[in-house]
């Protein structure tokens, strides 16, 4: 490991942190993440040769710890591994202030459905079986068609029509979508402006943006920015 030769804390603790990638491993065991492979759906960048790598590195260095039951491997973060969530916060929210901007090479539905998928906030769905099929006109038609299916405390998404009647149908762009997850725009004016379309019932249109939610770094940046400065 590469060291800068400094006795400051901020220093001993990036010759741990400041390999790529390293943060957004923690990022995915914060999030929820345990087996390699939902590690690689959050990461679907990194090769996955790089990230038994990082793994090794970060169970070395006392972050992560690796565990295997009945043949079956997973990961979970350490008492010192959990204490960088809130490093990791603080990063994601200054990030929402600061570098906002969204190039084409960021867009990726596959990450924002995962995303998605593991933040639902079951309490407001309803308890039967509820599918909403999502519509993405500026992606490959191949990549344009998703279905995110609630059952109960069950939550699925698919990039294929999963043979369920949808309950409403969401027409928007993947950019409008992210905008809206990362919380840089609000449902009432995206719906206003015409860049998101909801077909459905009156009563599933108006419930979607609760159903949905946004990402937590979202809520957290507008909890920090309601505090008097």
Request: proline share 5%; glycine share 10%.
């Amino acid at each position: 490991m590469a060291t800068y030769g400094q006795f400051c804390p901020v220093a001993k603790a990036m010759e741990v942190l400041d390999e790529r990638w390293t943060l957004l491993i923690i990022r995915e065991l914060i999030a929820g993440s345990s087996h390699f492979n939902e590690l690689r759906r959050g990461l679907p960048r990194m090769s996955p040769a790089l990230l038994s790598k990082r793994l090794r590195s970060l169970d070395r260095a006392g972050l992560v710890r690796r565990v295997e039951v009945g043949g079956r491997v997973s990961y979970a973060l350490t008492e010192s591994g959990l204490d960088l969530q809130e490093v990791v916060e603080a990063l994601g929210v200054w990030g929402l202030r600061w570098v906002g901007d969204l190039g084409e090479e960021d867009l990726d539905p596959h990450l924002l459905f995962w995303d998605m998928r593991r933040t639902i906030p079951l309490a407001a769905w309803p308890r039967t079986r509820t599918v909403l099929e999502f519509r993405l006109s500026d992606v490959p038609q191949r990549s344009g068609g998703w279905w995110l299916v609630v059952a109960g405390d069950e939550v699925d998404v698919c990039d294929y029509d999963p043979g369920f009647e949808a309950t409403a149908t969401v027409r928007t762009t993947l950019r409008t979508l992210v905008r809206l997850w990362r919380g840089d725009t609000g449902w009432d004016d995206a719906l206003r402006s015409g860049d998101v379309r909801v077909e459905g019932p009156t009563d599933v249109r108006r419930a979607i943006p609760a159903w949905l939610g946004r990402m937590r770094l979202a809520d957290l940046a507008a909890a920090r920015a309601a505090v008097p400065g």
